[in-house]
């Protein structure tokens, strides 16, 4: 019988050899007091995202540059779908893919946005396409062929081979009428989250309880950016449930469905952060500053959270070594990592202060 | 090379006007390694301390090291590495200020920035045709298809054909700009020219509103088309890669324009960052600048003599030994040392420094030790004053790797290995450039230490008489293979266990090597308790010492009889029995239970440690052996493979054989000469309690 240390010890291992190659804070920290963009990428020339700078000087490009990091991240997670295959059992393999296909969808959605830009909203995406990461998705869809289908339901026939083709047969039809691609946005996420609980429960006891946490987490950033956006209460056919994801970590399922029925979303989940946490300074203050304070205050709920994931990834990693919390924290920290260069580096394209940069990481 | 160089220390006083000119003498000299006066003036001085303030140069040298990388990040876009610093540097330092270099690595940005901007446009053209290509198979490839037929179905293209009158044939080409297309001219008639269109079907309607808006009328696509449509695409894209690839020349050409500007520039922020340091180790008074610091006593004249002309002699100069700067002293109920006065006369006050203000340790070996000291340094530095161990730890694992890898063919193979690594290093990091990070940086250290490895390889395997393996040689000591294939009935070696001895001994002798050369250290510190009672001391030196021989005398009977030398036994007892006074001497308790446990538990670590220790070195044997028997193995597959000669089959096994061999055994003799030296060696006299010479040099690594 596979204990604890047979399924885990090689994987885990080489996990913590790739994460003596994470990017140290001083260098984020120099990049951002860096006085233009192509001096904070020359600081990458001896790291991992070398050939992002490599791809930066042969182009001139911020968006190749970007591009490149995508596709150095997105090989670096591959790589760890390679080595639970090699080391690990079945069980916790398909848990990793499932986690891993955050990926896929993230592409399938930049592409039906451009898709959504072109062909409904009928505006120029040549200077956007380019910037995609080209892969197959799982079923045969590409993203030519998501961009250059005509209509929605040519859309849903290209992806009808995927695994996400029924649920988004559902919400294709509807999103000319409702003029927005939310529809499908929250149907994918749901579909991806719904498809990791279900592989939670198929680990082990120890393993699922670490998981839950950290995917109870993204489950609440997924939630906070969704209250931000104003969901509609009652979208679930005529049940009256919140659409909003269950099996979060810090916010319950009572401060959900409060945000969503009193209409104030942002502003009570602020309220919640500040009386459950002791977090102060988080909710508005003025009727009129209410939409900036708003925006404000889903901002740093969204960085809360964000460090509350990386917290937990710290403490998997100082934990048990040999428990589904290794991989989960590399996951989390490559794409914190990665999300913190493309900030500091458009950051430093627009020319913005540091203290602004400093905001957003 | 022996001990650590001699130190001095010297605390300076001269008025500030000349602080800038002393600053400027030390960092071309480049040999005061930098105290902070304040915390050793506390000491020394205790009246002045509060009058010190330290040098507020923090700023000057943050500003300075952020505008330092700045041109270095300029110079390397070029493909330059910063310049050395020279001497004559130092005095035109003050000429840039950080601001006038921020501002020539504004500008030179700002026209590296108006060359990124064309790169991007042009990288916006690239990115639309490529788009066109990606639906277009090769015109020679399996999936080439005709224009005529791509355009009907099948793929995302949006295919015309037919004629554009020719003065709006250059506005069309103008505007398609915006869209991945590929506009060819086919033809030429009168006042028109054919034109193919080959665009994205999503564009379709836009595409066709311009060539409506061009007058265009429709006609079949001609056969050549597909060809033509072919080249001018991979001819468009060829010409703005090949302006790309300029383009991204230009960068490197702009950056050599300025590149004297730059080094200028560079230099002069280096000095300013190196004097900020220096500065920053001086502390003033109101009139006054003190500067403290360590250097080697042999240029005390050479900075006695830059520090007075730096000064024109307005300076005070103080020294003071090691020795001087060691003892606690005593001190009255009122706080005033006692019998100062006696003491003042006889020999200034003494204080215990801080660890950190300990005289530091400078090792100085000839060039062909320096992969030694590293190792040495790697463990630890070596107090001030102690034998450096360098010389011996070079010999030790020369010694040990070669016993353990004996094979001259192998040897070859890692002088030829160290050879290309210093070959690579010559090639790619040039004098005066920071090693770069990572592996690539450890090349050139470890190239030299595989080419002294390789060497010491080649010797003992010339004693050995094993070249790859065979034995095209007889041997000058004694033959390793035959004796662990059991063959050598004759000579001083004839068994494994003879093999284990000669390990024994060796380690005997390091063992000995590292007890007198802690004695030595212990003299010299004039520590005589340790000296004494340490478990290294002399006392465990002596149980040592006839430990071995009555060891000897016991294995010499086949470990049939106890020894029976009572002279040698007698001298065991009484240095043990002698170890019993170092409880009651260290005076930590006062009960004799303590003592007898503080005892027994002493003789338990000396007897178990030192024949741990010992037996140890026996491993180095077994790595010997396990060589030979790798190689013993690998004959006998190729003669397995070939019974009669060696065929193609045979010779690749034993290559490969060799290969795997030099790999998986050179590292393990590497590792394990490197654990026996820090572990059964430095355990024995190392002290790795001493601070590192750092003197603030123009060669100090930014």
């Known amino acids: ?361 | 090379m022996i001990f650590t160089s001699r130190m001095v220390y010297l605390t300076a006083v001269t008025l500030q006007e000349y602080e800038e000119a002393v600053a400027q003498a030390l960092l071309r000299l480049g040999l005061v390694h930098f105290v902070d006066l304040r915390t050793v003036a506390r000491l020394i001085a205790p009246e002045i301390s509060e009058e010190l303030s330290d040098k507020q140069s923090a700023g000057i040298q943050d500003f300075s090291t952020t505008a330092r990388q700045r041109i270095e990040t300029i110079l390397t876009t070029g493909g330059l590495v910063p310049p050395p610093v020279r001497p004559d540097d130092v005095a035109a330092q003050t000429q840039l200020t950080p601001d006038e270099v921020n501002r020539v690595a504004d500008k030179i940005m700002g026209r590296i920035e108006d060359v990124r901007e064309q790169q991007r446009n042009i990288q916006q053209q690239i990115n639309r045709l490529e788009d066109v290509q990606r639906h277009m198979p090769g015109v020679n490839t399996a999936a080439a298809r005709e224009l005529s037929t791509m355009g009907a179905g099948g793929t995302y293209l949006f295919v015309r054909s037919g004629t554009v009158p020719t003065d709006q044939l250059e506005l069309l080409e103008q505007k398609l700009a915006l869209f991945p297309a590929v506009l060819t001219v086919v033809g030429r008639e009168e006042d028109s020219a054919f034109v193919v269109l080959v665009g994205m079907k999503r564009n379709q309607s836009d595409l066709g509103g311009l060539l409506d808006a061009a007058g265009f009328t429709a006609r079949e696509i001609p056969a050549e088309a597909t060809a033509e449509t072919h080249e001018t695409l991979e001819a468009s894209l060829a010409k703005l890669k090949g302006k790309q690839g300029e383009l991204a020349k230009s960068v490197v050409s702009l950056v050599a324009d300025e590149q004297p500007k730059l080094e200028d520039a560079w230099r002069s922020m280096r000095v300013r960052e190196l004097m900020g340091s220096i500065e920053g180790s001086f502390s003033e008074t109101k009139r006054a600048t003190v500067i403290s610091g360590w250097l080697p006593a042999s240029d005390r004249a050479a900075v006695t003599a830059a520090l007075e002309a730096a000064t024109e002699n307005h300076i005070h100069l103080e020294w003071y030994e090691p020795d001087q700067l060691k003892h606690r002293p005593k001190v009255s109920k009122d706080g005033l040392e006692k019998d100062s006065r006696k003491r003042s006369r006889k020999r200034p006050g003494r204080v215990v420094m801080p660890a950190g203000l300990n005289a530091p340790s400078r090792l100085e070996n000839p060039r062909f030790l320096k992969p030694f000291q590293i190792l040495v340094t790697n463990y630890g530095i070596p107090a001030y004053g102690t034998l450096d161990p360098t010389p011996a730890v070079a010999i030790a694992y020369l010694v040990m790797f070669g016993l353990m890898f004996g094979d001259a063919g192998h040897g070859l193979v890692l002088v030829l290995a160290g050879l290309l690594g210093l070959w690579w290093t010559r090639v790619h990091i040039k004098p005066g450039v920071p090693l770069p990070k990572g592996l690539a940086g450890s090349i050139p250290t470890l190239s030299r230490l595989i080419l002294w490895c390789g060497g010491a390889s080649i010797v003992m395997g010339v004693m050995f008489g094993s070249y790859f393996g065979f034995g095209w040689l007889p041997p000058l000591w004694f033959n390793y293979h035959g004796v662990v294939a059991g063959h050598v009935e004759v000579g001083p070696v004839q068994s494994l266990f003879d093999v284990l001895r000669i390990t024994v001994y060796f380690g005997v002798a390091v063992i000995g090597i590292g007890l007198v050369m802690n004695w030595i250290n212990l003299v010299r510190q004039k520590r005589w308790f340790p000296l004494l009672f340490d478990k290294s001391g002399v006392l465990g030196g002596i149980i040592y010492g006839a430990g071995v021989v009555l060891a000897a005398d016991f294995a010499s009977t086949g470990f049939r009889s106890v020894p029976q030398n009572p002279f040698l036994l007698g001298v065991v007892g009484v240095a043990s029995a002698l170890l019993f006074l170092k409880a009651p001497l260290e005076g930590e308790s006062k009960n004799v239970m303590w003592w007898v446990m503080e005892w027994v538990i002493e003789l338990l670590e000396v007897f178990a440690g030192y024949l741990a220790n010992t037996l140890s070195f026996m491993r180095v044997a077994g790595l010997g052996i396990a060589h030979v028997t790798l190689g013993i193995a690998f004959f006998q597959i190729a003669q397995m493979a070939s019974p009669e000669g060696y065929n193609i089959a045979a010779i690749l096994i034993l290559i490969l054989g060799n290969v795997l061999i030099i790999l998986l055994e050179g590292l393990s003799a590497g590792i394990q000469a490197l654990r026996l030296n820090y572990y059964e060696f430095f355990s024995k006299h190392f002290q790795p309690s001493g601070v590192e010479y750092h003197p603030i040099s123009l060669d100090s690594t930014p």
């Open chain 1, 1 to 361: 019988m596979a204990t604890a240390v047979s399924t885990y010890a090689f994987l885990n291992a080489k996990l913590r050899a790739r994460m003596a190659k994470l990017l140290p804070r001083e260098t984020i920290t120099r990049m951002v007091h860096a006085h233009s963009l192509e001096e904070a990428l020359h600081l990458l020339r001896n790291t991992s995202f070398a050939s992002v700078l490599t791809a930066y000087e042969q182009t001139g490009d911020l968006l190749t540059a970007e591009l490149e990091i995508q596709r150095l991240q997105q090989q670096d997670l591959f790589d760890v779908k390679r080595y639970a295959a090699q080391f690990t059992d079945s069980v916790v393999t398909e848990f990793l893919s499932i986690l891993l296909s955050r990926f896929e969808i993230s592409d399938i959605k930049n592409a039906i946005r451009l898709w959504f830009e072109r062909a409904i909203r009928g505006r120029m995406v040549e200077d956007k396409l380019p910037y995609l990461v080209r892969s197959s998705f799982t079923g045969g869809a590409t993203v030519e062929s998501i961009v250059n289908a005509s209509t929605p339901a040519e859309l849903g026939a290209v992806l009808e081979s995927t695994p996400y083709g029924a649920v988004l047969s559902s919400v294709l039809p509807s999103i000319k009428e409702s003029g927005s691609l939310f529809s499908v946005e929250v149907a994918l996420d749901r579909w991806y989250f719904q498809a990791l609980q279900h592989g939670v429960l198929s680990l082990k006891k120890r393993d699922r309880k670490v998981a839950e946490r950290m995917i109870g987490i993204e489950i609440d950033v997924v939630n906070v950016n969704w209250v931000t956006r104003m969901v509609e209460p009652g979208q679930e056919g005529s049940s009256g449930k919140p659409v909003l994801l269950s099996g979060g970590y810090m916010l319950d399922s009572s401060a959900l469905t409060a945000a969503t029925e009193s209409g104030r979303g942002t502003q009570d989940l602020a309220d919640f952060f500040q009386t459950r946490f002791g977090l102060p300074g988080l909710s508005g203050t003025a009727e009129d500053g209410y939409a900036d304070n708003r925006t404000r205050s889903a901002a740093l709920l969204e960085s809360m959270l964000q460090q509350a994931l990386l917290v937990e990834s710290r403490r998997a990693l100082a934990g048990n070594p040999f428990t589904i919390g290794i991989p989960l924290a590399y996951v989390a920290l490559k794409q914190q990592e990665t999300r913190t260069v493309t900030t500091v580096l458009n950051g430093k394209y627009y020319a913005a202060s540091e203290a602004d940069i400093g905001a957003f990481l």
